[in-house]
């Protein structure tokens, strides 16, 4: 039998495939450490580092110097554990019945958001003794939170067991990506209440967009996720991080079609001129959304043009409804011999910014990037050693 493995690549190879530049992401870091001043920069890793590996991201920052990480669940928690070995890890869903041993084993430190959590941690406390937690406190977002109240009782509450230290006071802010908005002033002035209440304590205010509002939001430490992974963290303004991550789809088949015809489900594009085709395996089981389709999105008005790929020094449009595994792109405008089968294209990276390409789907590019889905294989950059 013949042998095949040694000529078999994954990525070279892959229907869909992902690229990652760890040193961009680094790089990002850094410049959000040096906007956040005085204060330290920790790193947002939840939802597997944003779709784009919490082993490989996170072991990049660890090495890059981070040493505070946030996650969404403990189950994220205990992963990235294995790669930043003696960092604090912060779990924002806080800890709930059963999760006990989880926690103490992988030494994650749980965010407490509400006033049952609160009861159930100290109880835990009194049985396994001291232990570090951070408290949330809602100051307008009406999200997570023990309220400013709450938590100026809790502060002034003697009788508060001395076990329940918080090593971290934090709030979220609802509008940062919108720098006039009054919202961020109001936060901030019932943050600082809170702040000086717990005196003593650590606390942490801005995430990527608050890091841009300047000094008075960073307090101890900044929480940036999204501009870690190149997406805008404030509207309005130019986006000076680097892009981190670029996804292509592998060309299955290209075709002719006659002005007159119809392309795909619904026949929902009709060619307007004879046109030439590239179907891609790519589809919104691979996070390639819907809502990028060129037509036949009754949901999606503001931008009826749909999503465009990138191929040989050319934009080409959707061309009708996105499948769950096949995207069909126009490339009429593209040298014929340019673009064959088995060539691949941009569906966002450098050439197609991830939020440029998630506003035509009617979305942001927190989704787009989360939603990248499992099917697509994956290639590091690793950072360049200085």
């Known amino acids: 039998m013949t042998d095949f493995s040694d000529d078999?690549?994954?990525?070279?190879?892959?229907g869909v495939r992902l690229t990652v530049d760890l040193g961009a992401i680094v790089e990002n870091w850094r410049d959000l450490a040096r906007r956040s001043g005085r204060a330290r920069t920790a790193a947002v890793l939840k939802a597997d580092a944003y779709g784009l590996g919490t082993e490989d991201v996170g072991e990049a920052l660890y090495l890059a110097g981070a040493r505070d990480f946030f996650v969404a669940t403990a189950e994220e928690g205990a992963t990235l554990r294995l790669y930043a070995p003696d960092a604090r890890i912060f779990v924002l869903s806080g800890i709930w019945p059963g999760m006990e041993r989880l926690f103490f084993e992988n030494d994650l430190v749980p965010v407490i958001a509400s006033e049952e959590q609160l009861s159930f941690w100290t109880a835990v406390l009194a049985d396994y003794g001291d232990y570090p937690c951070?408290?949330?406190v809602d100051t307008g977002f009406n999200r997570l939170g023990l309220s400013v109240d709450e938590a100026l009782m809790l502060a002034d509450d003697v009788s508060r067991p001395a076990s329940l230290a918080p090593v971290l006071i934090m709030s979220h802010l609802a509008c940062g990506d919108d720098p006039s908005h009054q919202m961020n002033r109001?936060?901030?002035e019932s943050f600082r209440k809170v702040s000086a209440a717990f005196e003593g304590i650590e606390s942490?205010?801005?995430a990527s967009a608050g890091i841009f509002l300047g000094p008075e939001y960073h307090f101890?430490?900044?929480?940036p996720g999204i501009a870690l992974y190149g997406g805008e963290a404030v509207r309005g303004i130019a986006n000076?991080?680097?892009?981190?991550?670029?996804?292509?789809?592998?060309?299955i088949q290209t075709r002719s079609a006659k002005a007159g015809e119809g392309v795909g489900y619904g026949q929902a594009l009709q060619l307007t001129r004879d046109s030439r085709l590239a179907v891609v395996a790519a589809g919104y089981a691979d996070g390639y959304l819907r809502s990028f389709s060129s037509g036949g999105v009754p949901l999606r008005d503001a931008l009826p043009q749909g999503g465009q790929g990138?191929?040989?020094?050319?934009r080409v449009p959707v061309a009708g409804r996105i499948a769950m595994d096949m995207t069909i792109f126009d490339i009429t405008d593209v040298p014929e011999h340019l673009v064959r089968a088995g060539d691949y294209i941009e569906l966002f990276g450098s050439n197609i910014l991830v939020d440029n390409a998630a506003r035509a789907a009617g979305t942001i590019g927190y989704e787009l990037l989360a939603n990248m889905g499992l099917r697509h294989q994956r290639r590091y950059m690793a950072e360049e050693q200085e």
Do not use: C, K, N
Not at 220 to 223: A, I, P
Not at 310 to 314: D, E, K, P, V, Y
């Open 310 to 314: 990138f191929i040989a020094g050319h």
């Open 240 to 251: 000076p991080m680097r892009p981190v991550a670029t996804a292509e789809a592998r060309i």
């Open 186 to 188: 109001q936060q901030l």
């Open 134 to 136: 951070a408290l949330q």
């Open 8 to 14: 078999y690549d994954a990525f070279d190879t892959a």
């Open 220 to 223: 101890d430490l900044t929480r």
């Open 204 to 206: 942490s205010l801005a």
